[in-house]
């Protein structure tokens, strides 16, 4: 049975004190209240290492938002999947749309970006997802089978359990809006048809799709109660403990 996840990507916020104060505070509220489903912080760099220190990876995990597409070497300001997996990390996010759209990466970049991360046994959080013009004109997909044959189609069946999907609409990060739950469980349905007609169906029925853009406790029910939505890559929202912990409740 596929499980259910609620990761939080807190972006390029919360200095290093205010990262490790809402990590232990979530630690806290997780231990006291066993959630129904696996939640997964992932934070900038800066906090891998000590954030680690200060939970339990058995009731809260850690990821990185991002790693470099080169195992090690002269590649100043860049961070690897080996430095990540040191720090006690255990997920990567790979291929967010603001990485595509601001850091130019592309399918290829992307591609190695996931093995390296596989060869460092990180598992990886896989974003897609189509712009506005995308979806208004009706190739939505279209966008994410791309996105999907680019970068993680390639793998075999073994190294595909260890990917999660991230389906996010560009068009609603951060903007309020969202897809409506039926809007996004028709497109998850899809992604999952496209992993059945590549692996199979017990790897389709394996694998977690989360859903990403303007996530809240508000509609975090609505979403989740979907059959192929199977939780949320969440933003803004990651950022507060109370309203975090609203997400991860809907289960």
């Not at 934070?43 to 080169?70: S, W, Y």
């Not at 860049?78 to 592309?106: D, F, L």
């Amino acid at each position: 049975m596929r499980k259910h996840i609620v990761a939080g990507n807190w972006k390029m916020n919360l200095n290093l004190q205010e990262g490790v104060a809402l990590a232990t505070e979530l630690n806290e509220a997780l231990t006291r209240k066993k959630e129904n489903c696996d939640v997964i912080i992932c934070t900038p760099f800066i906090h891998l290492a000590t954030v680690a220190d200060k939970i339990n990876q058995d009731v809260l995990q850690l990821g990185a938002e991002n790693c470099a597409n080169h195992e090690k070497g002269a590649f100043t300001g860049e961070v690897s999947a080996e430095m990540i997996k040191s720090t006690g990390a255990k997920y990567v996010i790979i291929g967010h749309s603001e990485r595509r759209q601001y850091y130019g990466e592309t399918p290829e970049v992307l591609r190695e970006k996931v093995m390296l991360a596989l060869k460092n046994n990180l598992k990886v959080i896989f974003c897609i997802g189509e712009t506005l013009d995308e979806r208004e004109a009706n190739k939505q997909n279209e966008v994410v089978k791309a996105e999907l044959e680019g970068s993680v189609f390639n793998l075999t069946a073994d190294e595909f359990k260890n990917i999660i999907i991230a389906y996010e609409p560009i068009w609603a990060i951060g903007t309020g809006k969202t897809a409506t739950a039926e809007q996004a469980e028709e497109i998850h349905a899809y992604i999952r048809s496209l992993i059945a007609q590549k692996y199979g169906d017990n790897t389709a029925n394996d694998t977690s799709i989360l859903y990403g853009g303007s996530c809240k406790a508000s509609n975090a029910p609505e979403l989740f109660a979907k059959p192929n939505i199977d939780g949320g890559l969440i933003g803004g929202a990651a950022l507060k403990a109370e309203d975090f912990m609203g997400i991860i409740e809907a289960w």
